[in-house]
């Protein structure tokens, strides 16, 4: 073996933490440079990790033993009966811990042994005690648990099994009590009496209604599989009853381990095949209510076909990255695909099991069944369902015949799902702004360019290159991809921008360069750009009516670009365009997005209407949804966010500052929603006469969003708030400056910050071209020493002007005297 | 279990030819505990080493000492019992694979776990030995990781350097490691 040298080492160590590709070559340029021996040797090592990683992951996991395993290494003969070591749980047989006397072992799980106990004191009754054998923090394991057993203690529902206590044993290991509970793991009832596919959904619907209940007192269960789900008999009708609340939280902390531990969290992890891809990333992510549903998925698949939908053992043998990057990544075979991929034999068992014929099983699956189990299956959790009772809702539609929520997926989704997976390191978390196509009004735009281009060049010219031109065309696109990929995005620009408008061509390939470059152009406040990039993925994208609501959040990336380019025309049109593509959705997230991105600006009575019913939809999902303590995750408080805008702009000052307070009432909201619900407060206020409180709001609002543009964008996230709630943070806060601050219209207007009269006029108007055919107005804006030409023209049947800026800023020349803050 | 105790006070207060010793006395000690347990088991399950080794040394401590030393000298002769054995019995699979026909153990008396990579243990083994000859802190440390499952802290308190220096060598091991096997299939 060759032998190593620290620098070496240190280099490759070094080289390791860097997760970026690029930086990372960039670091080992540095590191290494002049050294060739030093590149290879590192580069070497390099190739080698991973490799490395999945062989003793892999080792660790398999590192078994049996008892004739060190008997027979030995050569010693087996033990014999008293010559046994007496283990901590064997001596408690009849033994006490705490009040509990420990009757008998009724099971043994991945993680522990369950005992029949019986309770003395404050009562006497039978329960089931579960003690943890692994060795672990056993103080903080229980510690965990009290915290959660307040709320745990809460929950009254006829197929939850209760936990009732926790405590140490004597020989420090943590042990759990829980509601008794006799009866059968879920899949083994199922299969022993043959169940038909409808009474199994039955007890589906009803583990379902009691994850409900669960979160609905902020309980996630964290851990939901078919060893805890045990079905008893009740006067001969079975009743399935959930376990082992509260236990996988308080083991693992609420995250599973670092990776120092990670053994025994192994141990811990019976069953990777029913983790949520949010847990498998085993950070500090935040876990929620839908990773249980997740959970709750899986365990549909697996009633419907008797398999999960990764092979556990698979998993859990390839390695702890194999397992993460399978359940992160890899799309999971729909259930009827399962079914006809499996051979006759093992079929023919599930068919059994079901009571029906192998050939009828497959075809009842297809369908409504797989796309439910598919949508409780989604990688972005956002797409799955958001409660389990609107789980149950569909399936009990399915039951009676009634058409479901979830529906296949469109073929641009599949098509999202195809990019997703090609997609540049940008780690957008947005899918593919395809649904931003459908004549948004940007083509009009494109138009204007392609015939700048064309006049300025010879028309004779033009046909000769043409060919060529495509041809050129494609392989720009191409060489963009590739360093979009490589996250070189200036190169990836420049490639672009070697493309004529008029070649542009519908690909997969154009649309993922176009959106990536569209976003980093965003980020770094390059909005003209960014919103051409937009427009050239409009052209290069597939039309299909899409109403989900990725969809509508590309909505939202869409729209923030226009208003900052002052397009107020783009902006009205797309508006519209958004409004008639999402007309009569029934999703509630795709409706709140749709009212969020169409409320930047204050609009017209028709558009207030058509949005009216979006919002009603919006409104009915909150009131669905349970007290505003439901979890809902960090994207529901847009939800009251969007109604609050809505009424703002109907002038129900009253009730918009009441849907802005109860957004702030949402446990978990990320710094964008705060900072938008502020300033809907600060603009509701100033409109009831509240000056100070106004004010006050406005400058909570401020100093966030200001930081957040104090430099580039980030991406951001559903924690932080993305790039983009942030732009139309900004773009509220102006006008709420300006209504606030300023004299101005009380319209999306940039408005001066200081209370100073509006300045006389200066010098003369600069000669040029106007765009307009009418200008009304010209204005000056002024802030830090940038200066913009602002042309304001009234468009006829719409009641708010419309705004050009200038992209320069030497300016000499204004005439009128309104003044304008640049942000 | 008292020898062990013994031996291990023994070697805090410094006495190095005490570890031999104590090796012994662990792989008896984990050898009886896996057999008390497994016997009571359906045939034909396992338990993970790591496991072993840690109820090994609650049951050494139920009465007390838990003291930070020892268990690390503990873990340490654990870790290296763990090894013997898995290797030990690794070998004789592959042994009996090869229809070397030295022991006359009925195969289906032989409950092993499912899917061990038994040769991938042993190349990781002879791998190990190399590495041992080169860089003898680095194979310490695989040794303490793999075979212990001792977490990076454990390992940086019983060898006495810092975690970073144990995370680092251990990524460094890992990699070199696999480099040589690699080249060897």
Request: aromatic share 6%; hydrophobic share 40%.
């Amino acid at each position: 073996m060759k032998p190593s040298t620290p620098l070496e080492d240190g280099v490759y160590y070094a080289a390791i933490q860097i997760e970026d590709p690029a930086r990372r070559k960039a670091f080992l340029d540095q590191a290494c440079a002049g050294d060739a021996q030093l590149r290879a040797a590192v580069e070497e090592l390099l190739d080698a990790r991973a490799g490395a990683e999945r062989l003793f992951a892999q080792g660790a996991l398999a590192l078994n033993v049996s008892a004739e395993t060190l008997q027979a290494a030995n050569g010693a003969p087996p033990l014999a009966g008293d010559d046994r070591v007496k283990l901590p749980d064997d001596e408690q047989l009849g033994g006490r811990i705490g009040h509990y006397r420990l009757v008998q072992k009724i099971g043994e799980g991945g993680c522990g042994t369950v005992y029949l106990a019986e309770q003395e004191e404050p009562v006497r009754r039978s329960v089931a005690l579960k003690i943890i054998k692994l060795g672990m923090d056993t103080k903080n394991v229980i510690a965990r648990f009290t915290a959660e057993s307040q709320a745990l203690a809460l929950m009254d529902h006829a197929n939850i099994a209760r936990a009732l206590d926790a405590g140490a044993t004597d020989t420090g290991r943590p042990y759990f009590v829980m509601e008794l509970v006799r009866g059968q793991k879920i899949t083994d009832y199922c299969d022993q009496r043959n169940l038909d596919i409808r009474p199994r959904l039955d007890l589906f619907l009803q583990i379902c209604h009691a994850i409900q209940h669960a979160h609905q007192k902020g309980i996630i269960h964290r851990d939901i599989k078919p060893s805890n789900i045990l079905v008893t008999q009740d006067d001969g009708v079975p009743v399935p009853k959930v376990i082992d609340f509260g236990i996988a939280k308080a083991i693992t902390g609420g995250r599973l381990a670092n990776n120092t531990v990670f053994t025994a969290s192994e141990q811990f992890m019976g069953t990777p095949a029913y983790m949520s891809p949010e847990q498998a990333q085993m950070n500090s992510v935040d876990v929620d209510t839908r990773s249980d549903i997740y959970s709750l998925g899986v365990l549909l698949y697996e009633l419907l076909t008797g398999k999960t939908p990764f092979d556990p053992r698979e998993l859990t043998e390839t390695g702890l990255d194999n397992m993460r990057h399978t359940l992160r990544e890899m799309e999971p075979p729909r259930p009827s695909a399962m079914l006809a991929a499996l051979p006759a034999g093992e079929l023919a068992e599930a068919a059994l099991h079901r009571h029906i014929e192998p050939g009828r099983l497959t075809a009842l699956v297809r369908g409504d069944l797989d796309w439910i189990v598919i949508k409780t299956l989604e990688k972005d959790r956002a797409r799955r369902y958001e409660t389990a009772s609107e789980l149950a809702l569909d399936i009990q539609r399915y039951l009676n015949s009634e058409p479901v929520l979830a529906s296949p997926p469109s073929r641009i989704y599949q098509f999202q799902k195809l990019v997703r997976r090609n997609r540049a390191t940008f780690a957008a978390a947005v899918a593919v702004t395809a649904a931003l196509c459908l004549g948004l009004g940007l083509s009009t735009w494109l138009f204007f360019k392609e015939r700048q281009a064309h006049q300025e060049a010879d028309l004779q010219k033009q046909r000769a290159v043409d060919l060529r031109g495509k041809a050129d065309a494609r392989e720009n696109i191409t060489l963009a991809a590739i360093a979009v990929n490589r996250g070189d995005f200036e190169e990836a620009n420049a490639r672009v921008q070697k493309i004529p408008v008029a070649y542009f061509y519908p690909s997969l390939e154009a649309a993922n360069v176009f959106r990536s470059l569209g976003v980093w152009h965003a980020l770094h406040g390059r909005w003209m750009e960014a919103s051409y990039q937009f427009a050239g993925l409009l052209q290069v994208n597939q039309f299909e009516n899409d109403q989900s609501d990725a969809a509508a959040r590309d909505l939202l990336e869409a729209g923030a670009p226009l208003i900052e380019i002052a397009d107020q025309d783009r902006y009205e049109h797309f508006r519209r365009e958004a409004i008639r593509r999402f007309a009569g959705t029934t999703n509630p997230v795709a409706a709140e997005r749709v009212v969020r991105a169409s409320l930047l600006v204050p609009a017209s009575l028709t558009t207030m209407n058509s949005l009216s019913l979006l919002a009603e939809v919006v409104a009915k999902s909150l009131a669905t949804a349970g007290s505003s303590a439901a979890p809902g995750g960090l994207e529901a408080p847009w939800k009251p966010i969007a109604l609050a805008l809505m009424e703002y702009r109907q002038g129900h000052w009253a009730e918009a500052a009441d849907r802005g307070r109860a957004s702030l009432t949402f446990p978990d909201k990320n710094p964008a929603e705060i900072a938008t619900a502020r300033l809907i407060l600060s603009l509701c206020d100033h409109r009831l006469g509240q000056d100070a409180e106004a004010l006050a709001e406005l400058a909570l609002a401020r100093t966030p969003i200001q930081a957040q543009f104090s430099q580039d964008l980030i991406q951001g996230g559903e924690a932080e708030g993305y790039w983009f709630d942030w732009a139309m943070a900004r773009i509220l806060m102006r006008e709420a400056i300006g209504l606030i601050e300023g004299s101005a219209q009380p319209v999306n207007v940039p408005a001066n910050p200081s209370k100073a009269d509006p300045p006389k006029p200066q010098a003369t108007l600069m000669p040029g071209r106007c765009p307009f055919a009418q200008p009304a107005r010209i204005f000056m804006a002024d802030f830090g020493g940038r200066r913009r030409l602002y042309l304001r023209a009234q468009r006829f049947g719409i009641a708010t002007p419309t705004f050009r800026r200038s992209r320069t800023d030497e300016y000499s020349g204004i005439q009128a005297g309104w003044i304008y803050a640049n942000s | 279990m008292n020898d062990i105790t013994v031996v291990l006070q023994s070697l805090g207060r410094g006495g190095s030819q005490a570890s031999e010793q104590l090796l012994t006395l662990v792989y008896e000690e984990l050898r009886r505990l896996a057999a008390a347990r497994m016997a009571r088991e359906s045939p034909g399950q396992t338990i993970q080493a790591t496991a072993l080794v840690h109820e090994a040394w609650l049951q050494l401590t139920a009465n007390g000492d838990r003291n930070w030393q020892n268990r690390a000298h503990f873990f340490g002769a654990a870790a290296d019992a763990m090894r013997r054995i898995l290797i030990d019995n690794a070998r004789r699979k592959a042994r009996l694979k090869h229809g070397g026909g030295q022991s006359r153990v009925n195969i289906e008396d032989v409950q092993l776990a499912e899917r061990t990579p038994d040769e991938d243990v042993l190349l990781i083994d002879e791998a190990l030995e190399r590495l041992q000859a080169e860089d003898p802190e680095k194979a310490r440390i695989v040794v303490m990781k793999f075979f212990g499952g001792l977490t990076n802290e454990e390992v940086a308190q019983s060898l006495g350097i810092s975690e970073r220096t144990v995370d680092r060598q251990w990524a460094c091991a890992k990699a070199r490691l696999f480099r040589w096997i690699r080249e060897q299939r």
